[in-house]
């Protein structure tokens, strides 16, 4: 285990909250001691832990690999923030794009070709884990003359029927 800074705090803030609470139960110092040092990583490990996994989205980040992009399309989202922040594509031209990423998955709308448009490649990223997310992420590619233009990130709600 990692002692990080935020695990040290939080683990003291639950100690002393579980003190409060064993000392509503029983006055002895000793009793108390006890109750809230085998009580702290119970409560810690199996109640605040698990509840805060639930209402958080939090992921792993990988760098760009493209083994990886390709093997699994569901775990794209943990590259996605190295593609965007390193310029890894960055006035590449879509054959490049295409040799890297692969084949769209789609084009986006364009509204002054009242059509899909060739130069704005959509590529599924899979959704981020988390109980109530029901949000598909995905990366937009957007070509001029040919090149990288823009890189983008953007989410839609995944309907079920």
């Not at 109640?47 to 989205?57: G, L």
């Amino acid at each position: 285990m990692i002692l990080t800074p935020a695990f040290i705090i939080l683990i003291s803030l639950i100690f002393i909250l579980v003190w409060l609470f064993a000392r509503s139960i029983d006055k002895r110092k000793w009793v108390v001691l006890l109750i809230t040092i085998a009580a702290t990583p119970v409560v810690y490990f199996y109640i605040f832990y698990p509840f805060v996994n639930i209402f958080t989205s939090f992921h792993h980040k990988k760098y760009f690999n493209a083994d990886a992009w390709e093997a699994k399309p569901a775990l794209r989202y943990e590259m996605s923030e190295n593609i965007i922040h390193s310029n890894l594509l960055d006035g590449k031209s879509k054959t490049d794009v295409e040799y890297l990423l692969g084949k769209s998955n789609w084009y986006s709308w364009d509204d002054s070709l009242k059509m899909n448009s060739p130069d704005k490649w959509n590529y599924n990223l899979g959704m981020k884990p988390g109980a109530f997310n029901r949000n598909k992420e995905c990366l937009e590619i957007e070509f001029k003359n040919n090149l990288v233009k823009r890189v983008t990130q953007y989410q839609f709600e995944e309907t079920f029927e």
